[in-house]
């Protein structure tokens, strides 16, 4: 950091500067290959130590257990479809973002479920954006000491560790990216000369597409490229005639015509995969009450830009009901100063006015509080574009203080920040590395928060500790009777531990406040988990019908249909249950447990070479299923293949020693086991 620092002081080479992006002072800085080598490196080095990280929260269904990255097809349902869709019909929201879910499908291709490529394209996406952020603010401010200056902060800032360290929170980096090379072009095609100012202004088109399919907020990027063009005032009219006799008109003409030819395919694209534009309706919020608790918003979120000590995954707040609550009054307090800021700089024909719109833009859509209804308010993540206004703002205050009073008092500031946001981001990094600490941790901030003891129940549950899981999840219950998921995980923990009775019960409890609330979702992935539990007490016609209602809850859920199948295998109707089987394939291509129960039920009709194929094709896709090496050792044990079926059998019992398939094929060649 300090030979960045001192090459702010020190070093000048601004021969490669364009004539509108000069500085305005003596204070100069190493040439543009350095800086944004000095930029790249700051984003790059403080988020090496999330590379260790897991999955956590929403990466488990987004990337684990989503069939669209294991479909020959997934593309193609990618983009046409919405960000859980992958669930099915339950899966409808207002979200349509498929740039996160192409990038998931190519990493998935090339690095399936290793973590580690996921979060360094995180990490390059970050130094991507913070380059950008340079880019742009030198050319929107005309000044590169300020623009490297917001970078570097933008590049430390602890506010974005939420967006950079978790999987799931593509959309953030992506839109950003995307957004800022759109208004890039922009600025570059005005600066340009020739062809290249056409060019320029048509690419701006396609990046605002690739933003808008990263996520909604890029609808602030036209709105940002107009409260720039009512900036022009600020130019010295030497460069605005100069601007002007380049056909600036005509640049700003190709460029907003692209991009509204970038928004027309972007809202076809949505509605062709949402049906509407907004097929999602959420539980509205008394409108008194949601102007209140915006207000207070707008400063929760200038205090985690401003004094990042306490950062949180969840906010689990209570809504503000009237204009005198402390945290209201402080909205409202921040409201009038960043309008009056706004003024002030806009009266003395300052270009960081520009900084206000790119903060609170970006944000505008947080406060539409999508999930006011679970009792989330706030996420660190909306913050990450916002922060570039909040960092040039910052920047512009500490040069402008360097200028005047004392150019080693301000380096001295933007060092103990720069150095302080780095520390802060690092220690944040560590947080989300074990997702049992990570839930912990936000139980410890908000213990009346019914889903953190949810997600940390599903956790301990992944790592077969079922007692402590229990306990947790039991604490969600009392926290909020009526909350329908815990009950099927209490189930699931029953089922796992052998108490059937008590599964089955909490299964049916779950169904029943899942069809109050009108949550398919529940309801489906209760009775299929009711259907397993019923088959396994030997009830099958009650696993059948189970299974039955899970599909009339939600007719695309695969593992409803894999069940159903099964339960009918074991009733011998095996027509039906091939049917069943092949429907979850099609559904969910990557479900081993069909492929085999597939495998199983050719095998029972004697159709042997299609028999093998299922079950190869189930053994490529979990090598670790001894289940499936006991079903082939059968086919050979058939077959006559005696040396070939001890080898599957005995496979299938380093796999899984308490396989009894396995086991009774090698009594049966007379081995005893």
């Known amino acids: ?133 340079y880019g742009v603010i030198a050319r929107l401010g005309r000044d590169r000491l300020t623009a490297a200056a917001a970078a570097l902060l933008f590049a430390a800032h602890p506010v974005h560790v939420e ?38 202004a048509l690419l701006a088109g396609p990046a605002l597409l690739a933003a808008l399919l990263s996520k909604e907020i890029a609808v602030a990027v036209p709105l940002l490229l107009l409260c720039h063009e009512a900036a022009a005032t600020f130019r010295s009219p030497s460069e605005g005639a100069r601007i002007a006799g380049n056909g600036d008109l005509k640049v700003a003409a190709t460029a907003f015509g692209a991009m509204l030819a970038a928004a027309a395919v972007y809202l076809a694209l949505r509605i062709h995969a949402l049906g509407t534009l907004m097929p999602a309706q959420s539980k509205p ?33 209570d809504r503000n009901r009237g204009p005198f609550e402390p945290v209201v009054v402080a909205g409202l307090a921040t409201a009038a100063g960043t309008a009056a800021l706004a003024w002030f700089l806009w009266r003395r024909r300052r270009p960081e006015w520009l900084a206000v719109p790119f903060y609170l833009l970006p944000l505008a859509p947080a406060f539409l509080l999508p999930y006011a209804s679970v009792g989330l308010l706030m996420a660190e993540r909306y913050a990450y574009l916002p922060s570039l206004g909040f960092c040039w703002l910052l920047a512009a205050a500490l040069v402008a203080a360097g200028r005047r009073w004392n150019r080693r008092a301000a380096v001295a500031v933007f060092l103990v920040l720069a150095a302080g946001y780095s520390a802060r981001t690092v220690l944040a990094n560590a947080n989300w590395r074990d997702e049992i600490a990570f839930y912990r941790r936000t139980i410890a901030d908000f213990p009346g928060f019914p889903r953190a003891y949810l997600n940390l129940g599903e956790a301990l549950m992944r790592r077969d500790r079922m007692d402590e899981a229990r306990q947790m999840t039991e604490a969600a219950v009392r926290l909020d009777a009526a909350y329908p998921e815990p009950h099927v995980n209490l189930g699931l923990i029953h089922r796992a531990q052998g108490n059937l009775e008590s599964a089955a019960r909490e299964f049916l409890l779950a169904a ?73 394939i099609e559904l969910d291509p990557a479900m081993d447990l069909a492929w085999s129960n597939l495998g199983l039920a050719a095998a029972i009709e004697g159709e042997w070479p299609s028999a ?12 670790q299923s001894g289940e499936v090496q006991a079903r082939i050792g059968d086919l050979y044990l058939a077959h006559g293949a005696a040396g070939d079926a001890r080898r599957q059998f005995r496979r299938a019992l380093a796999l899984d020693p308490g396989n009894q398939r396995a086991r009774a094929g090698l009594r049966a060649m007379g081995e005893g086991q």
């Not at 702010?8 to 080598?37: A, F, I, K, M, N």
């Not at 978790?166 to 957004?179: D, G, I, K, R």
């Not at 005005?190 to 060019?199: L, N, Q, S």
């Not at 209140?292 to 200038?302: D, K, M, N, P, S």
Request: hydrophobic share 50%; proline share 6%; charged share 15%.
């Open 163 to 200: 967006a950079v360290a978790w999987v799931s929170a593509y959309p953030e980096l992506l839109c950003a990216l995307f957004s800022l090379l759109a208004i890039w072009f922009y600025v570059r095609a005005r600066e340009a000369a020739g062809r290249a100012r056409v060019w320029l």
């Open 1 to 133: 950091m300090w030979p960045v620092a001192r090459s702010l002081l020190e070093y000048g080479c601004l021969s490669d500067v364009s004539p509108s992006v000069q500085p305005q002072s003596p204070w100069s800085l190493p040439s543009q290959r350095w800086t944004c080598l000095g930029i790249a490196a700051l984003a790059i080095i403080l988020y090496l130590n999330i590379l260790p990280n897991g999955f956590v929260f929403d990466d488990w269904q987004q990337i684990v257990e989503n069939p669209f990255l294991r479909r020959p097809d997934g593309l193609r349902r990618i983009f046409t479809s919405g960000v859980w869709q992958f669930l099915g019909p339950i899966g409808v929201s207002n979200f349509y973002r498929p740039m996160m879910h192409g990038l998931f499908y190519v990493l998935f291709g090339l690095f399936r479920l290793d973590p580690a490529p996921y979060h360094a394209v995180s990490i390059l996406l970050h130094a991507g954006v913070a380059l950008l952020a």
């Open 285 to 317: 919020v008394p409108p008194g009450e949601h102007l209140w608790t915006a207000i207070g918003l707008l400063y929760r979120y200038l205090v985690v830009q401003a004094l990042p000590v306490r950062l949180h995954a969840f906010y689990y707040l």
């Open 512 to 584: 029943r406040l899942g069809q109050e609330q009108s949550s398919r979702f529940v309801v489906s992935r209760a009775l299929a988990n009711l259907a397993v539990v019923y088959r396994s007490m030997g009830r099958l016609e009650e696993s059948v019908d189970a299974s039955r209602r899970a599909l009339a809850a939600d007719p695309q859920f695969a593992g409803a249909h894999n069940n159903l199948g099964y339960a009918l295998l074991l009733q011998g109707r095996i027509g039906e249950a091939k049917r069943h089987f092949q429907a979850a």
């Open 612 to 623: 093998m194929a299922c079950l190869r094709r189930a053994e490529q896709l979990n090598p």
